[in-house]
């Protein structure tokens, strides 16, 4: 990953094909995480939000299958370090998701958290904010692009948006080298 | 009267429990750093009554702290306080947080209790003849206490030295702002007081509830503080 | 010793209490959401299930108490049981502190119970007479997994979601088509005005050689289907999809009971409240010669007489749990 992508804001942009290129992306931040870091996950339904967090997990050697957590909220894994999978996409507001208590124990972990917007305001002042859109075909000539299969078998294109919310991560991003870079 | 009381502390990362009559305490037990509040508040209420040699059915009240803390801890002290003033047919004593740690030092003239609320805020509440009394409860009023950055304590604290006070500081948030907030080592208490302890509970306690202050556990509710206003509308999530 | 059971249930947003007698006979049962909160215990209800399980737990334990005719503050209960995962940290500690409190004053065992297996006991509640060895679909918005139940305490994971649990798709799907939260109940009646031959969404998985579960592909694609025909009705959309996922469930869970010989077949968690599922799981059972065990719908979904019926079987095989038992929120089953 250049340098040139990166903004004055510590904001860049990441195409990955398939998914092996959201793999790249996923062990290239699990290679500078560490214990108590924050990402928030945006992005569209069926935009690749737990897929990411089950490549990430996997980088992290998390054995267990990693599932949604919208319903459960959050969910613990172990590995190399433990992961908090978090999902505000039921909650309604800061309040719930204070309520949650994820920042009580985000200091015991890494957590990552969908629909992570709800919370934005609230819960945490250093956090990496992770926006994935599909970057396929032209909208409106697409074709239903999944049929059924698992999620960890869907390679569409999509582009990643990394924005360091605080000083930790700002600079770690521009440590890890990725290459496909869309300025 | 001479009240039989047991204290359950678990607003902070100290957790604790302290059995007393009439004001004494008997037996206490507490666990520094734990987030096992669950798992180790039930055993050490069992030990802290046993080695008092105390039934759990003479019980007068359970007392609880209620917080501002940790949301979990004071979820595991309140719901299991609960449990057992339900079960025993006794009544809840509530207090907080920062008056069980501003407690033991009820004779100085001023002091701030600050505790750590995480993420970059503080807990705290001033206790001088010229902010309030030691006396309140959440059930009877508002003296809970503020939420604030360091920064924002800061600008009270100097606020009041140009007033001419010069306040004496206890309290883990205070100890870990410290620099921030400009407070000299003269004017800190020890570190052994910087979390709410359950002998003070337990003290505090006593005298709230030979004052009445005692009341049924259905009233009884956890002091969040934080407030938080975002709110996101569901139906624009496709 | 009283057989009666005191079971207690905060795993997520439900607070619950219940009596049940030796493990299958239901005496009370209490749920929040459908208790009026505002006219039985006054106050402002508040918006997560943490909060709210701090408030409402010992009202709820009381009802449950006072509904089975007993004394709120000196039942003569035998044990309680509380689910201790998995769920929900914040929530499952309300309940696990509680009962491990009250078990303590009142002398009586606390018993841990996985909340998951205690829906599996839902359909004890059903039938008393159901015996091992069954195959059970356990399904909800949490999960999708396929247990071959041998005996009490005895399960093998026959095969699992690998991304989204069904009554994820559910509740998803339901809000891209407006029909909100929860997404099961409303899509549940929006198919039954809707047309299932409208079109045929993809069965995920339904003829892979195991037993595994996907629902994510099928919500994306619905999605994206419903986004190129913005005038299809959503009943017409609900029928189809819910007829997809329905398929798949009834159609692996009867092959699983099938390959594992039994030929007992229940259904458990919030979607077996699903109508269609219901049916199709009664339909397909009867055509193949198996007997099908469906709770009914207040069982299915979070229920503190499950977690008694599980805690009472959990107490005869184990004996009970230590009062240094904690909430498991990763707790894994089986």
Known sequence: MSNQAISASGALTFRAEDLAGTKILARAIASIIRKGDVILLLGDLGAGKTAFVQLFGLELGVSDPITSPTFTLVQTYTGKLTIFHADLYRLGGGQDVVDLGLDEQADEGVTLIEWGDVGESVLFPDYLKLTIELAGKDETDEQPSCEGEPISQVGEPRLFNLEAVGASWAERLREIGLSEVEK | MSPTLLAIETATAKAGVALSVDGVVLSSWWLAGGNKHTESLMPAIEFVTDTAAVSVSSLDAICVDVG?????????????????????????????????????????????????????????????????????????????????????????????????????????????YQRELGIEAGMMLSPLFSNPLPEHLAELSNRAFLDGKACSPELVEPVYMRQADARVNFEMRS | MSDLVLGIETSCDETAAAIVGEGSKLVSSVVS??????????????????????????????????????????????????????????????????????AYAWGVPFIGVNHLEAHLYASFLADPELEFPMMVLLVSGGHTMLIHAKSHGDYVLVGQTLDDAAGEAFDKVARFIGLGYP??????????????????????????????????????????????????????????????????????????????????????????????????????????????????????????????????WRMQNDGPSVLSTGAIPNLRFP
């Open chain 3, 33 to 102: 959401s459908q208790v009026d909160i505002h006219a039985e215990f006054g106050g402002v209800v508040p918006e997560l299930a943490g909060r709210a399980h701090v408030q409402l737990i010992v009202p709820v334990v009381e009802k449950a108490l006072g509904d089975a005719g007993l004394d709120t503050t000196k039942p003569s209960i035998g044990s309680i049981a509380c689910t201790i995962g998995p769920g929900l940290v914040g929530s499952l500690l309300v309940g696990v502190s509680a009962a491990k409190a009250m």
């Open chain 2, 68 to 176: 501002p803390g940790l949301f979990t801890g004071i979820r595991v002290g309140l719901s299991t306080a609960k449990g057992l003033a339900h079960a025993l047919g006794i009544s809840l004593v509530a207090v907080t947080s920062l008056e069980v740690m501003a407690n033991p030092f009820r004779n100085l003239e001023d002091l701030v209790a600050v505790i750590d609320a995480k993420r970059g805020e503080v807990f705290w509440r001033r206790f001088s003849p010229s902010a309030n009394n030691l006396q309140s409860t959440p059930e009877r009023g508002v003296e809970l206490g503020a939420l604030s950055t360091p920064d924002e304590l800061a600008d009270e604290i100097t606020q009041w030295r140009k007033e001419g006070d010069n306040p004496v500081f206890v309290g883990d948030g205070a100890l870990r």
């Open chain 3, 183 to 312: 997404g099961g109940p409303a899509i549940d009646k929006a198919a039954q005005l809707g047309d299932a031959s409208l079109v045929r969404f993809p069965r995920p998985m339904i003829d892979s050689e195991g037993f595994e579960f996907s629902f994510s592909g099928l919500k994306t694609s619905v999605v994206a289907w419903a986004r190129k025909h913005p005038d299809a009705s959503a009943e017409d959309i609900s029928a189809c999809f819910q007829e997809a996922v329905v398929d798949v469930l009834v159609t692996k869970a009867i092959r699983a009971a099938r390959e594992a010989g039994v030929s007992n077949l229940c259904i458990g968690g919030g979607v077996a409240a699903n109508s269609a599922l219901r049916a199709e799981t009664e339909r397909r059972c009867a055509e193949e010669g198996l007997r099908a065990f469906i709770p009914a719908r207040a069982f299915c979904t979070d229920n503190a007489a499950m977690v008694a019926a599980a805690g009472w």
